[in-house]
Each structure stands twice: as structure tokens, then as C-alpha cells.
């Protein structure tokens, strides 16, 4: 068995057939799935056992292929990421395991960072990685001072270590906290333009949204809490256009979530985008209705799904008509044992599509204020319905999905700590069996004191005696305390 060797035997191109950050996507992605393989078949065997000298030797070709190509090799945790000489690399389902494990053996020894020397063999990697793995089970809090200190006593000088970063620091999350906000504004602008041309009658072009569309795909699959995080801002006056454009992104994170490819996301990102247009067509005086709701006006509103398929008939500018969009404008109420609306006459079964935008489309409306809807529930509340109640007629995989993606606790949502804070989850944790740990960030100290930002802090961290630092004992509205969650990511 040959072990330097580092692309799969099927004639395709190999490492060194790509260049800059397309080589260090490629080549990073091959070293954390080789970093992986060799942490957990050292976990399993003895150092001597073929397994684990394959695994390393496989780890040891790739980081000196990298180093050759690069002229040095670091590698960071940030957060939720991982990069590689500052290239950050693509997570999806199936690295994630990879990902999340080593994420979480760096976090548990505090390193943030490491770099391999040229030198580095396959027992400098058995050393550092037995030893990384050995104080992050034990829990030990070591200085990366004396981490370098335990490998120079074991004769490992090839690796050099940095701390830990701070979750907020790091400039790349400043940067893509940035990208989100043009996309959610661009698309809330180009949604508003085009519901009030169909109010008036006009038939608008499809292309300007589909770039808009486009802009949001690209954007989660780049990097989606701070898209996910602008869904909290919920603007009363902007509702129809916001719900809009926050059903789109948390319809496509799902999809993302739920395996569906690019393409397949840009048609599910445009038909939730589009669920509700068939409410341009009703009349603005029952959609601003406060109460008192006449049995005329329900028909009006129960008939937004199908005027939605006239609307989209209206579109310009379409090579063909959009078909998907049709389909889950239709069925977005209809629930999943079709006792919702409009009633089909034939039994069918609602798409995949109309499955997730109703998930998203629930979540959204219920944790939103509205005209009709003064207090709205907490998003932890919301999601435990959906997941519990059989009436609302969810998918439960779909839900599932949901749950996973957003948290226990979904993001915005506030929460009252052990320690009297009061915090706002900034983002789920990026390891699985953490999911009632994530990233918050602490918007009142225990003395009521409003802090703004404030810090965000990791929910895993433990205190230097063990045990949480910070444990979330409830949610609550934020009402209660005066807070406007939307003000904090801004
Ligand atoms: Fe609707
Ligand atoms: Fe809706």
C-alpha cells in the first residue's frame, strides 16, 4: 500500500494541478480529512500498529505537499473555522464530523493555532497529536508555552503554537458580518420593488431577484450566521418584505442542511422568496387589519396561494415559467395531511420544497411582530411547537433539520444565565452534542447593567476548577427587560 500517495486513484487531477486558493481549499480540506483519520486510528491503536503508521505517513505527505507548494503551512481555529494559511475552508456535511472534532480537541487544550516546520515526520505528528489529545481528555488548561514545552521534552520541535483568539476578534468574522448586511438590505430593497409593482398591477422582471437570490446562496454557503443572524431584525414597518427575504435565507440554510445542491438551492431560494406574492393581490386594508377579521376577509387572505400562481403567470423576463415557485406558492399552507389551504381536490402530497418553506415560513411569522401579533413567542417556544404539535402539520425531518440548524436556542434568542447575565445567542455551537451551549453574547450583567455590544462567549467554556463558567437556566422575551435584540446585529 502506497502512503504518499494523497488523491484518490481515479485518474482525476491531482493537488498539483490547482493553485492558490483552490489548491489550499483542496489541499486543506485533504489535511483536516487525513488529521481526522490519524486522530481517531491513534484513539483505537498502538503507535507500532500499520494503521496508524499509514494514517500519518498519509498526514505527514500531505502538510509537506502543502509546504512545498506554499512555503508554510499554519493552521487556525476561529470560531466556528478552520483556515489554512488564512484560506478559510468550506464546511459541509460530510467534513463535519472531521471539523467539529478537531475544533474541539484544539479549543479543550486552548490552542488557537499551529504551524508544522518543513521537518515535521510522521512521529513529530504521532507526538503532537497523542499529546493534544491527551491534555484535551484530561481537561488540562496548559499554556501553549508548556504544551511547546511537553513536545521539546519528547524531542518534537517541528510545530509552533499560538493561543487561543477571541470569538469577535478575528477580522474575517467583521468582514462577512459586513457581506450579510448589503445582501439582507440589496434583498429587501429589490423584494420591496418588486410586491409593489405586482400591487399595481405591473408585471416585474424576474432577473433582478434571481440575482437576489443568487446573492443569498452564495452568501450562506460562504458563511451563514451572520445572514442567519439578521433574521432577528424583524422590522414591524418593512414585515411583508423582511418575512419575504428571512424566509429565503432560513429556507435555503435548511436546504443546505438537507443536501440539496446549488442549483437546486437558487429554485428553492426564489419559490421562498415568492411564497407569499399572492398577497400583493390582496387588499393593503385587510392585510393592515388589526382585529375583527370579516368572513370576506378571510377568503382574501385564504386566497393568497393561488392569486401567488397568477402573479408568477405575470412574471417577465423568465426563459420558462418558474414551476417550482408555483408549486410552493400553492402549497405552503396546505400542511403535510392537507387539512390546511386551499383544499385539493385530488389527493396529493406537498412537495419537498413547500415542506421546507413552511417550516421556514411558521418559524418567521410566529417569532415576528405584526399588526395582529403584538408579543411574539420566543423562537425556543416556536420550535418546540412545530416539533411536538402535529397539528401544524410540519414535516418532522424538515423540523429536525430546523432545530439542528438553528439551536436548541435559536439565534437572537434571549437567555437567562447561572450567572445573573442576561445574554443573546450569537450563534449555535458548532459541536453537535453542545447544542444547548452555544456562542452567546452577554447583553446585561448580573446586576441588570445593559452592556452594548457586549462580549460574545462560548457556553462550553469551563472554569479553571471544571465545570461551566455559563449555563443557560431559561429563555424570555426580551421585551421584559427593554432589550431590541435586532440592535445587536446591526
Ligand atoms: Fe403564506
Ligand atoms: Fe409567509
Known sequence: MTSNRITPATGGPTLNDFT???????????????????????????????????????????????????????????????????????????????FSQILSTLRACGVGSFR??????????????????????????????????????????????????????????????????????????????????????????????????????????????SLLGLTTIRDYDEYTFTHSVNVCIFSVALGRRLGLSKLQLYDLGLAALFHDLGKSRVPLSVLNKTDGLTDDDWRWLAAHPWLGVLALFHMRGQQELP???????????????????????????????????????????ATSRRAYQTVPMSPAAVLAGMRDNPRRGMDPVVVKG??????????????????????????????????????VRIVSDDRGNVLYPGNLVDLTEQGPSGGYKRTIIKTDTPERYGINVGDYFV
Open 20 to 98: 492558490g486558493d483552490s489548491f489550499l481549499r483542496r489541499a486543506g480540506r485533504q489535511l483536516v480529512v487525513t488529521l481526522y483519520g490519524a486522530m481517531r486510528v491513534i484513539r483505537l491503536y498502538p503507535p507500532e500498529n500499520e494503521a496508524v503508521r499509514n494514517a500519518l505517513d498519509e498526514l505527514a505527505t500531505t502538510a509537506r505537499t502543502i509546504l512545498e507548494k506554499e512555503g508554510e503551512l499554519e493552521c487556525r481555529a476561529s470560531s466556528e473555522f478552520i483556515f489554512v494559511n488564512s484560506t478559510r475552508l468550506r464546511l459541509d456535511l460530510d467534513n463535519y464530523a472531521s
Open 323 to 365: 414551476y417550482r415557485a408555483m408549486v410552493v406558492a400553492v402549497e405552503h399552507h396546505m400542511k403535510m395531511d392537507l387539512t390546511g389551504y386551499p383544499k385539493p381536490i385530488r389527493p396529493r402530497e406537498q412537495s419537498i420544497f413547500s415542506r421546507i418553506v413552511a417550516v421556514a415560513d411558521g418559524f418567521d411569522a
Open 402 to 439: 430546523f432545530i439542528n440548524l438553528l439551536g436548541v436556542f435559536p439565534v437572537g434568542t434571549l437567555v437567562v444565565l447561572d450567572t445573573f447575565e442576561l445574554a443573546i445567542v450569537h450563534a449555535s455551537n458548532p459541536v453537535p452534542e453542545a447544542m444547548s451551549r452555544p456562542i
Open 116 to 225: 508544522v516546520l518543513p521537518e515535521a515526520r510522521s512521529r513529530d505528528w504521532l507526538v503532537f497529536l497523542s499529546l493534544l489529545m491527551a491534555e484535551a481528555k484530561a481537561g488540562n488548561e496548559l499554556t501553549t508555552g508548556e504544551l511547546l514545552g511537553k513536545l521539546e521534552g519528547a524531542g518534537v520541535t517541528s510545530f509552533d503554537l499560538g493561543p487561543q483568539q477571541h470569538a469577535d476578534d478575528s477580522d474575517f468574522q467583521e468582514r462577512a458580518k459586513e457581506a450579510a448586511k448589503r445582501t439582507y438590505a440589496q434583498s429587501v430593497a429589490v423584494t420591496r420593488d418588486v410586491i409593489n409593482s405586482v400591487r399595481m398591477g405591473q408585471a416585474p422582471s424576474i432577473r433582478k431577484i434571481k440575482r437576489v437570490v443568487q446573492g443569498i446562496v452564495d452568501q450562506i454557503l460562504n458563511e451563514e450566521t
